[in-house]
C-alpha cells in the first residue's frame, strides 16, 4: 500500500512538474516577445562630437544651402559648384570641370529636387560652426514625392564672421574628421554667401512634422512604430505587429493636411495637431526634425 502511495505521489509530482515545465517556457517566449517588440532602436551615433541642432533657423539655413547645392548639381553648373565645395575636399579630390559629376554624382536637369535632413548636428571653433547633415534627397511632383538618394551626408562648414558656407560631401562616416582646419576663414565668393532661412511659424513646423509623419507611414508603417512615445507604446501597443496592423488597417483615414496646430510647450516644443480628417497628434520634439508622437484617430 506505501508503495503505491510513493508511485501515485512520483506521477502526480512528475505531472506537475511538466506543467510548470510548460507554463515557465511560455512566461519565457511571451517574455522573450514583449522585450524584443520594447526593444529601443539603437540611436544614431552622431559623429565628432557634436550636439544635435535645437535652433529652427539654424536648422533650416542648413537646409537652404543644401537644396542650392542640388538645383547646382543637376543643372551642371561647375562655376557654382566649385565657388560653394569646401576647398579642402578641392584639394584632397582633385576637383576640376573634367572629374567634379565622378565625384559628386548627377540628376537629370528635369527633376525638382529638395533636400529631406533628419539628423543634424554642429560643433563651433570661435565663430565658425560645423554641421553634419545627413538625409534624403527627394524628388518632388504635382502628386506626391520619391526619395532618389537616401542617407546622403554632408559637412557644412560655416564662417559666420565673412557670413559664408563651404561644403564637403561625404561618402562615409570617417574616424576622424575629414576636415582638418574648420576654423578656418571661408572667403566670400559670387555663390557662397550665407542666406538665412525665413521665419519659421509653429504652423510650418506642424505641417512639417505631420507631413513626415504621414509619409513614412505611407512608405513604411514598421519603421514608424519607433517614432512613438514610449508611454504610448506600453499603453496601446505593447505588441509592435499590432501598431503595423492597425495602421494598415486606417491608413485611409490619415490626412497629410493640418486642420488646425497648437504649441502646448514653447520651452519642449511639444505641438498639438489635427488633420483634415479630425484626427489629432501630439508631436513632442527632442531635436529639429527628431520626434516622438501620439495619436487617435477619428
Do not use: W
Request: aromatic residues 16%; negative net charge; contains cysteine.
Amino acid at each position: 500500500m506505501k508503495k503505491k502511495k510513493i508511485i501515485r505521489f512520483s506521477i502526480v509530482l512528475g505531472i506537475f512538474l511538466i506543467i510548470f515545465g510548460i507554463v515557465f517556457l511560455i512566461n519565457s517566449l511571451n517574455k522573450n516577445n514583449f522585450n524584443n517588440d520594447y526593444q529601443k532602436p539603437e540611436p544614431e551615433v552622431i559623429p565628432y562630437e557634436m550636439e544635435p541642432v535645437k535652433e529652427y533657423s539654424y536648422f533650416f539655413s542648413i537646409v537652404n544651402i543644401l537644396n542650392n547645392y542640388l538645383d547646382y548639381l543637376k543643372d551642371q553648373n561647375y562655376e557654382a559648384l566649385y565657388n560653394i565645395l569646401h576647398d579642402e575636399y578641392i584639394s584632397l579630390y582633385n576637383i576640376n570641370e573634367n572629374n567634379i559629376y565622378d565625384n559628386l554624382g548627377s540628376f537629370s536637369s528635369s527633376l525638382q529636387l529638395s533636400f529631406n535632413a533628419k539628423i543634424m548636428s554642429y560643433k563651433t571653433y570661435n565663430n565658425r560652426y560645423l554641421y553634419y547633415v545627413k538625409g534624403d534627397i527627394i524628388e518632388n511632383n504635382f502628386e506626391d514625392s520619391n526619395i532618389v538618394s537616401n542617407d546622403a551626408m554632408f559637412l557644412v562648414n560655416i564662417d559666420y564672421d565673412n557670413v559664408t558656407y563651404a561644403i564637403y560631401p561625404l561618402d562615409k562616416i570617417y574616424e576622424n574628421l575629414p576636415i582638418r582646419n574648420p576654423e578656418k576663414s571661408i572667403l566670400l565668393n559670387p555663390y557662397n554667401e550665407l542666406i538665412g532661412s525665413n521665419i519659421i511659424t509653429k504652423e510650418y513646423i506642424c505641417n512639417l512634422y505631420l507631413n513626415d509623419f504621414i509619409n513614412k507611414i505611407n512608405s513604411n508603417v514598421s519603421d514608424t512604430y519607433s517614432l512613438l512615445s514610449k508611454d504610448f507604446q506600453k499603453k496601446m501597443y505593447p505588441q509592435k505587429n499590432d501598431y503595423i496592423k492597425y495602421m494598415n488597417n486606417n491608413k485611409d483615414k490619415l490626412s497629410s493636411q493640418v486642420f488646425s496646430c497648437n504649441q502646448l510647450s514653447e520651452q519642449k516644443h511639444i505641438y498639438e495637431i489635427k488633420d483634415m480628417n479630425f484626427n489629432n497628434y501630439i508631436f513632442t520634439e527632442e531635436s529639429v526634425m527628431k520626434y516622438n508622437v501620439e495619436f487617435t484617430l477619428e
